[in-house]
Every structure is written in structure tokens, then in C-alpha cells.
């Protein structure tokens, strides 16, 4: 079965410093990976997805997103960390079979990014 | 301009009653979606229509029923509300023939059944 695992409920880093928010994917055959945020009290916001193709995507807000096909991490990154960038960020993966109760997402449980000024 | 809309924004409402939630999109997508989101902010999937067909229903209670009238619109039925009901619940819709399949998210309602 399909899974995706954020081992940190938050992770805290100061203004200006880089920040990481881990995901692990569990999922047979080839991974669609997506990053979402959500602001509080707001709808979840798309940031970026792997699909195929280079390992390091790029995506909003200067956040960007490495695939590891040997650890199957895909980790969101991003060189120096705003205030606004706090918020709840969700991993999820999708298997890429069309069709049936396969074409959906599987979120991970969330990761909490406060940035401190 | 709106591209996944989603009515109410907060419903209250006592345990026992029936209430609805409308979603719409904007973005010509031929798939929609219902997630809910408890209060420990996990998501998961609900429902999934494609071009007005069911195809994903989670193992979610027959209270629950979703309805899409055509491709822009899902809305989602409840009835005898629970107040394990209580939750954020979010449309969210995306293209099924492209290969990415990005799912783009409405902003949430949140129903709390006192």
C-alpha cells in the first residue's frame, strides 16, 4: 500500500537560515511526489510535484523539493527561510496508475515549519 | 477570480440535522474531490467524481453522500450529523488526462456539529 511518512511534526529555523522538511514515500512502481502548504485557516496551496525527470525540482516561493529514488525521500528545501514561510506542510503521493481507486492522494501527517525572526 | 470555491466557510449546526456543502471549480477539470481534515489535521481522501461518475468512495458512513450535477460542481451531503463529523472538509479538483494530475484545493469548510 501506498505511504508517506514526515518524521517531524515541526521543525523550527531562524529567519534567513536554510531550511528542510523531510518525506519519506513508501509506493510500488514510480512515485508522483507533491509538496502543499497550508496558511492557517486556509485551503491547502500546490508547491510543486516530481513527476520524472532531473531529481531537484523547483517550485513556489523559492521552495524546491529533492527526489531520492534510494532512500524514496523527497525532501522540500529552501536556501534561506522567510517568517512568512511559516505554516503546515503536507508530502503526498500519488501512484501513477490511471484509472480506479488508485488515482489518489495519499497525504503524510503534516510538518509544522515556524520560522523565528 | 476563485478557482475551487466552496460554501459555506464555517457551518454549525446541532447533531442529528442534515446540511450540505457546495464546491465549485473554475478551471475546466474533469475530476473533483472531497478530503476531510480532523482536528489533528490529517487529510484524507472521501469521494473522487470523474466527469460526473464515482470513482473513489473511501470507506466513509452511507450519511455521507456526494453529488455532482456536472463537471464544475460536487457537492457533499451529510445527513444525521455526528459530532465526529466535526472536521474541515475540502474540495479539491484536478485534470485526469493530463499526466500530471495536480490537484488544486479549495479553502476548506469547517463544520462543527455541537
Known amino acids: 500500500a501506498q505511504s508517506v511518512a514526515q518524521p517531524e511534526d515541526q521543525v523550527n529555523v531562524a529567519e534567513g537560515n536554510p531550511l528542510t522538511v523531510k518525506c519519506t514515500y513508501s509506493v510500488s512502481g514510480n512515485p508522483y511526489l507533491f509538496w502543499y502548504v497550508q496558511y492557517p485557516n486556509r485551503g491547502l496551496q500546490f508547491l510543486l510535484k516530481y513527476i520524472t525527470g532531473d531529481n531537484l525540482v523547483k517550485g513556489s516561493y523559492g521552495f524546491e523539493a529533492e527526489f531520492n529514488k534510494s532512500q524514496t525521500s523527497f525532501h522540500l528545501k529552501k536556501p534561506s527561510a522567510l517568517v512568512s514561510d511559516s505554516a503546515l506542510y503536507f508530502c503526498?503521493?500519488?501512484?501513477?496508475?490511471?484509472?480506479?481507486?488508485?488515482?489518489?492522494?495519499?497525504f503524510g501527517t503534516g510538518t509544522l515549519l515556524a520560522v523565528q525572526p | 477570480d476563485t478557482a475551487v470555491s466552496q460554501t459555506p466557510k464555517y457551518l454549525v449546526t446541532q447533531m442529528g440535522n442534515d446540511k450540505s456543502i457546495k464546491c465549485e471549480q473554475n478551471l475546466g477539470h474533469d475530476t473533483m474531490y472531497w478530503y476531510k481534515q480532523d482536528s489533528k489535521k490529517f487529510l484524507k481522501i472521501m469521494f473522487s467524481y470523474n466527469n460526473k461518475e464515482l470513482i473513489i468512495n473511501e470507506t466513509v458512513p452511507n450519511r455521507f453522500s456526494p453529488k455532482s450535477p456536472d463537471k464544475a460542481h460536487l457537492n457533499l451531503h451529510i445527513n444525521s450529523l455526528e459530532l465526529g463529523d466535526s472536521a474541515v472538509y475540502f474540495c479539491?479538483?484536478?485534470?485526469?488526462?493530463?499526466?500530471?494530475?495536480?490537484?488544486?484545493f479549495g479553502p476548506g469548510t469547517r463544520l462543527t456539529v455541537l
Open positions: 503526498a503521493v500519488r501512484d501513477p496508475n490511471y484509472g480506479g481507486a488508485t488515482n489518489k492522494l495519499i
Open positions: 479539491a479538483s484536478s485534470q485526469r488526462e493530463t499526466s500530471t494530475d495536480t490537484q488544486y
